[in-house]
């Protein structure tokens, strides 16, 4: 199964929500035009704002890096075990809605 999320690239830029407090919006570079509405993917406020804001545009880069690592199952030659490349697979397997599980 493959997520069914917003395509990348994605970005972010500050935002005027009016509620007084320093928001930033997640968008498609594409459907930004300064100055006029813009569809967000997602919004985050308060600490960390700009922080969380560019790891959230940065999530299809990582999500791609993070398939190409595990299709190409590098790292586990011979029958060795790595636990992260366990770990991304049960996060991919989360995000595409395949398991509950934790990692």
């Given amino acids: ?3 069914k999320h917003t395509p ?3 970005d972010f830029d500050k935002a005027d929500f009016g509620h007084g407090s320093i928001e930033y919006g997640i968008f498609r570079p594409e459907t930004h035009i300064e100055g006029d509405t813009v569809d967000y993917i997602a919004t985050v406020h308060d600490a960390g704002t700009e922080t969380d804001a560019r790891l959230i545009a940065e999530a299809p880069a990582i999500l791609a ?3 190409e690592l595990v299709a190409g ?3 586990q030659p011979w029958g060795v075990t790595v636990p992260a490349l366990d770990t991304a697979r049960a996060i991919l397997a989360r995000i595409d809605g395949d398991s509950t599980d934790a990692a």
């Fill in 1 to 3: 199964m493959t997520s």
């Fill in 8 to 10: 990348g690239p994605w």
């Fill in 65 to 67: 890096a993070l398939r």
């Fill in 73 to 75: 199952n590098y790292g």
